[in-house]
């Protein structure tokens, strides 16, 4: 059977991802991977030279996704497939170009976990985010901004003489174009895919990758890979060396994952010119290998561990009765941590291969862990030899500028509109300026004409972009007479995302001076909040508030979108300055329903509070019990579990103080239920 790119569809249950969030990602999104550095002490210095680089202060210019809910309805979703006579791979690009499906033809083995649901969580760089299959995470530390976001696909000649599938597109928190091509020789047992991420510009960017793959985890599945040594990073946020198989003295041989207990990071030590390759294999001795070219150095096991917590989250992903699953990582640094320096008008590529894994299941779960790691590195040379995948690197790279020859998928117009400014020239990657949409063209008069336009009549405030080239033209930027508040806004988005804060901040304080806005209230409010000055904050979200109420209609329907976002920003600063009446009265908002029985979960949870805040907590506890689920629940989050113990901790103190006998009887007369145990770490 010769190699075949089509279109097909995939119908599944999910989720709708809903509106993006209006109001900008002025605030960083919450992410578990960030080290104190007092703990750097220790690690090689090349280490902690690259997690000290360009940590990311905001996922701007990027819209935060949080509009989605967890009422899954039947949905047809977009899927191209690229087969041969072993191997069927389907991709989702209009969800950042997932790696769907891997099927083995003649076994009628999936390679990858396939979730049989799409159900956004708030795991992402930029909220929504899914499990299953292999992404592809580029930008900072995190899974990525266009994790649900399309991308552009086509199809392309590949080295063979058949067709290869392309999806690229502009990664918008570096600036950086990337493309991920599928290859499938004929009768091939292993899908070969070539990345390249871009550098067209005149400066350094930071540049991060890291391609996770999910597979199915049972009892005895085992991860091996060529390391002695490995990373640890857990529930206490320190990135230390242990030994592998087994991490800790008397501990649980870590190369099971079901052996252990709480979620972990387990970055692999591979070390030298060794291979790099990590497969996962079954009790039988089957499962997923992925291997690559030497540049892709980092391999990573991520595991949610067998506590309460972690099969709450892998539930919370998927449905009831779905098995588990398992993350095997390859990234271009050792951790995901770090990043590395990309210089100006450079690029980075490499080829990865994904395919089925068979060894002799005595040596695979061999005590000996040498003896297990030989056995599947023979088993993967004899499958696909390490020659044979640099081999197939250069012949693919040779072909990696071709042009698409037609069109699959369409993503974003933003990779158009920066090409455009930048006259660069990226072939192989097309960002046809036919792409540019509505939400491009402000930015298009602003490069073409030098004029910020004003505001769209009956519309939110669109993205605004945060480059140093698009600060630039906005700093230079003419407008129209009264206009000038509207372009002020938008520079000190620009000048917040590069952490010039007092420049934003007088930029706003300008723009609110000549025309108040609910928008200007806001992002002061968060640079009050950011600062420490929760009191001035609270009173700015209540002005921010109190305008966009008294002017939603100028808005148009995005309106109420834009009303929630603010509540679930404003609410939490009420209740730690003490105005606890004010918070309840934006809770009382009819725009937003007025009634519990409307609520979405977020606010159900912020009634919650606020209860408890004004004394009342059997309010509070009444509507924990009667249920609250909240959608955009981020990765970590522990606001269930401790809102659940400091009502349980009120009602038995009464009017007395809290004590740490309180405490302990809380947990014991009111503990926690299954049902809001996100704990990513040991209670208490």
């Given at each position: ?271 030298g010119d060794d291979r790099r390759w990590i497969t996962a294999l079954d009790g039988e001795g089957h499962g997923l290998v992925q ?72 040596l695979v779960h061999a005590e000996d862990w040498a003896a297990a790691r030989a056995e599947a590195a023979a088993r993967l040379e ?122 934003a901040v007088r930029s706003w304080e300008r723009s609110s001076a000549a025309h108040p806005s609910p928008w200007t209230h806001r ?162």
């Amino acid at each position: 059977m010769a190699t075949t790119v089509r279109s097909t569809q995939v119908s599944i249950p999910a989720a709708p991802l809903g509106p993006e969030n209006p109001l900008p990602a002025l605030r960083p999104h919450g992410e578990l991977h960030r080290i104190d550095p007092a703990d750097l002490e220790g690690l090689p210095a090349d280490m902690v030279r690259q997690i000290g680089y360009a940590q990311l202060r905001t996922v701007l210019p990027a819209p935060l996704l949080d509009g989605y809910g967890r009422d899954r309805e039947p949905a047809v979703l977009d899927a191209l497939v690229i087969e041969n006579s072993r191997l069927r791979a389907t991709v989702l690009p209009g969800l950042g170009g997932r790696l769907y499906s891997l099927l083995h033809k003649p076994t009628g083995r999936e390679l990858l976990y396939r979730n049989p649901v799409f159900q956004p969580a708030d795991f992402a760089l930029a909220g929504a985010w899914f499990s299953g299959g292999v992404e592809w995470n580029l930008g900072a530390t995190g899974h990525a901004a266009h994790t649900c976001a399309p991308l552009h696909a086509g199809r392309v000649p590949a080295p063979d003489g058949g067709e290869m599938l392309r999806m690229w597109e502009w990664e918008r928190l570096r600036d950086l174009a990337f493309q991920i091509d599928l290859w499938l020789p004929e009768d091939s047992d292993f899908l070969y895919v070539g990345i390249r991420v871009r550098n067209p510009h005149d400066r350094t960017v930071p540049a991060y990758w890291w391609s996770n793959a999910a597979v199915p985890e049972t009892d005895r599945t085992r991860v091996l890979a060529p390391a002695e040594a490995a990373w640890h990073f857990g529930h206490r946020r320190v990135l230390r060396q242990v030994p592998l198989p087994v991490a800790e003295p008397g501990g649980p041989d870590v190369s099971y994952p079901a052996g252990s207990q709480l979620p972990a990071d387990y970055f692999l030590d591979i070390r030298g010119d060794d291979r790099r390759w990590i497969t996962a294999l079954d009790g039988e001795g089957h499962g997923l290998v992925q291997t690559s070219s030497d540049l892709l150095r980092g391999r990573k096991v991520f595991v949610w561990g067998r506590g309460r917590g972690g099969r709450r989250w892998q539930e919370w992903l998927t449905e009831p009765g779905t098995g588990g699953y398992l993350e095997i990582q390859a990234g271009l640094a050792r951790t995901q941590f770090e990043h590395i320096p990309m210089p100006a008008d450079t690029d980075l590529s490499w080829l990865e291969a994904y395919g089925p894994l068979s060894a002799d299941p005595d040596l695979v779960h061999a005590e000996d862990w040498a003896a297990a790691r030989a056995e599947a590195a023979a088993r993967l040379e004899e499958a696909l030899p390490r020659a044979a995948v640099d081999t197939a690197y250069a012949d693919w790279l040779a072909h990696a500028d071709t042009d698409p020859k037609d069109v699959l998928a369409t993503g974003s117009g933003w990779g158009a509109l920066d090409v455009e400014r930048g006259h660069f020239r990226l072939p192989g990657t097309p960002f046809d300026a036919g792409t540019l949409g509505d939400p491009q063209r402000p930015w298009l008069e602003l490069l073409l004409a030098g004029v910020f336009p004003r505001p769209v009549a009956g519309a939110l405030p669109g993205p605004c972009l945060v480059s140093p080239q698009w600060r630039e033209l906005l700093e230079s930027a003419d407008t129209y007479p009264g206009n000038e508040w509207f372009l002020d806004y938008y520079l000190g988005i620009a000048q917040w995302a590069a952490d010039d804060r007092a420049q934003a901040v007088r930029s706003w304080e300008r723009s609110s001076a000549a025309h108040p806005s609910p928008w200007t209230h806001r992002a002061l409010a968060v640079a009050d909040s950011a600062d420490g000055r929760t009191e001035q904050a609270a009173e700015r979200y209540t002005r921010a508030w109190d305008c966009l109420r008294t002017t939603a209609e100028l808005y148009g329907p995005g309106a109420r979108t834009a009303q929630r976002a603010l509540l679930v920003e404003a609410v939490p600063v009420l209740l730690a300055a003490g105005r606890t009446a004010d918070a309840a009265r934006l809770l009382a908002e009819p725009a937003l329903g007025g009634t519990e029985s409307q609520d979405d979960g977020r606010i159900r949870l912020l009634r919650a509070r606020t209860a408890l805040a004004r004394g009342d907590a059997p309010a509070a506890r009444a509507l924990l019990d009667a249920g609250i689920v909240v959608a955009d629940l981020w990765e970590g989050a522990e606001e269930l579990s401790a809102t659940w113990y400091a009502v349980a901790e009120r009602l038995l103190a009464g009017d007395g103080e809290v004590t740490d006998a309180v405490r302990a009887a809380a947990r014991t007369e009111h503990p926690l239920p299954a049902r809001y145990d996100f704990l990513m770490r040991p209670e208490g």
